[in-house]
């Protein structure tokens, strides 16, 4: 997986993949989470959304069996600051309404897939979509399945 994600430029990450990298319970894709998110760290390339951000908190607070304690988010979530981040205004949302009923897909995906278009990503690493799908020049790739 390194060395497919080191050929793109931009790189948006899915909240999924995100949790994945900081919950040791999920075993292999906590792996390859982590393996991808320190290459991101390393390259520069990392992008995320608000509205990841805010899921990784909820999630990794609430919801994973072994939750990180809100301070140690919030400073996971403030290093994560230094990537490039999307900030979604009305005009966002009314894109990824189009693009949900486009794609018949949930509202909260395609808010994540327009942020990657709007950041102009090369890739969306997520396991929610089917996997080499391209949207608007953005290829999405699922982390957890070998490369093609």
Known sequence: ????????????????VLVYAHDR?????WKHARRLLEELWETGHGCLSVQV??????????KVPEPIESPAAAQIIG???NWTIHIPNVQDM????????????????????????RLKCDILWS???SPRQEHAGVLILNPFLPPP
Do not use: P
């Open 1 to 16: 997986m390194s060395a497919q994600a080191s050929k793109y430029g931009r790189q948006f990450i899915d909240t999924n």
């Open 25 to 29: 319970s999920a075993g292999e894709k």
């Open 53 to 62: 951000l805010q899921e990784f908190y909820v999630t990794v607070t609430c």
């Open 79 to 81: 290093q994560l600051s």
């Open 94 to 117: 009314l894109d990824a309404i189009y693009i949900q009923q486009r794609l018949q897909i949930s509202f909260w995906d395609a808010m994540i897939l327009h942020s990657a278009v």
């Open 127 to 129: 396991e929610n979509f």
